[in-house]
């Protein structure tokens, strides 16, 4: 199983930013995705999640009205689509896996991280 992500940068306050987590390996429509983010000096943290399967989507409240979850089961890929940025949202960012499970933030539950991509929102 393999979780990649990708389309980080930097970018600046009030800027978009779209991430993408293509999964391979594992049945796509059985699991749930979310992204968390660990910013300098701070303990990581969930931002948004999508149940593959039955599309229930949640946002963590520093996510809500700024950032979209969505997902392609033709190309098992995970988005994360990210507006009006601020430099509080500079952090790596995780896409995890968790094999048929609703929507949770609890880092133990999820099977499978991707390696993680850099988000730098410049003020």
């Known amino acids: 199983v393999q979780l990649m992500e990708s389309g980080g940068g930097t970018v600046q306050t009030g800027g978009s930013l779209r991430l993408s987590c293509e999964a391979s390996?594992?049945?796509?429509?059985?699991?749930?995705i979310a992204w968390f983010r660990q910013a300098p000096g701070k303990e990581r943290e969930g931002v948004a999640c999508?149940?593959?399967?039955?599309?229930?989507?949640d946002y963590e409240p520093s996510a809500k009205g700024r950032f979209t979850i969505s997902s392609d089961m033709a190309t098992n890929t995970v988005y994360l689509r990210m507006k009006r940025l601020t430099p509080e949202d500079t952090a790596v960012y995780y896409c995890?896996?968790?094999?048929?499970?609703?929507?949770?933030?609890?880092?133990?539950?999820?099977?499978?991280w991707g390696q993680g991509i850099q988000v730098i929102v410049s003020s």
């Open positions: 995890a896996a968790e094999e048929a499970g609703f929507c949770t933030y609890v880092e133990r539950r999820y099977d499978f």
């Open positions: 390996g594992l049945r796509f429509g059985d699991y749930s």
């Open positions: 999508i149940n593959i399967g039955d599309g229930d989507k």
